[in-house]
């Protein structure tokens, strides 16, 4: 288990000074990373081992939104391996250990040379341990998508500014492309995602965007196949809660 202790900054708000949404999963790989070099696994270490962690799927409820300056942990571990895929749990809580959001994730560890996900081997197990996993409901491992209603926004260029370490556009900046779409003053309760295949400088990404009532689903394509789609479930300008949720037991 790993955890930090940081102020929300004013860089990382959104125009109510409370954390974004992007800034919050931020917090959230951050931590992941921040755990990594922690156990000795950074991610210069793989680099050079050419290996690298890839992420498959968030599920992330947020209970409310911090605001600017307010100090808050963020605490990450993982909760399974099995096969080719690693699972790892997220709290972010508050100076009086109140939960103000959670989060299970999905990722794979991936031979940058073979250019595919391989076994996770015993010794990155024992690195990092296993520990019990959050008391929260599990989304479906898959997003579907609908086949109506859907409207097709502008395609835009993946520019060198979307990239992370890897040369991939990062997880955040996928989540981060998709709220441009999402109508102002709006927040989001919950966030899926689920990555298909890897955006790289220079695709041509072609926005797709859903809408049914309290629910979003905004996918990017590259030629017509789906690399990340995200589903928002959604508070309106009043904060009324439009979906009920209740919230996960907190460690």
Known sequence: MFEFTSRVRYSECA???RLSLAGLVNYLQDCAVYHAEDVGRS???LKKEHLAWMINGWQIKALRYPEHGESITTRTWAHGFRGLEAMRNFTIKDEEGNLIACADS???YFDTEAGRPIRIPQSEIDAYGIEEGLE???A???IRLPKENIVEKMPFKVRTIHLDSNGHVNNE???NMALAYLPAGIKARELRVEYLRQARLGDMLSPKF???GEEYIIWLEI???ACAIMQFFIYDEDAKLLRKLEAPAAL
């Open 173 to 175: 900046q996928y989540i």
């Open 136 to 138: 929260m409901e599990k």
């Open 210 to 212: 859903y809408h049914n």
């Open 15 to 17: 125009p109510d000074y």
């Open 43 to 45: 991610g210069q270490q």
């Open 106 to 108: 999905r990722w794979c």
């Open 223 to 225: 030629e017509g196949q």
């Open 140 to 142: 479906p491992r898959h």
